[in-house]
């Protein structure tokens, strides 16, 4: 899957290099953070549960959902205007 223009699609630069890998299937589930206005959180959460997503957390206080989505279903609800932004969740451990 190639994503030519991923700042149009919304997308943290983690996410568009994981959307161009061919080896990582397009059904691989990802842990990201979608970000919208407070009033659009909702139907964010709505869209979510129709294509297959888990709903992590809801940070309403940063208007924000923390879930876990299919590849193919960030590459489908980047480019809707109720979405601010869709980020890879990115933890770092240190030993």
Known sequence: ???PHAERLKL?????????????????????????????????ISLVAT??????????PLDAVAIWLPLRAVHE????????EIELDQQVHVA
């Open 51 to 60: 294509h297959q997503g888990r709903i992590r957390h809801v940070l309403r």
């Open 12 to 44: 943290d630069h983690g996410l568009a290099h994981l959307l161009t890998l061919d080896y990582i299937g397009r059904d691989q589930t990802v842990p990201v953070i979608i970000t919208a206005e407070a009033r659009h959180l909702d139907a964010v």
């Open 77 to 84: 609800l980047a480019p809707l205007d109720i979405i601010a």
């Open 1 to 3: 899957m190639t994503i």
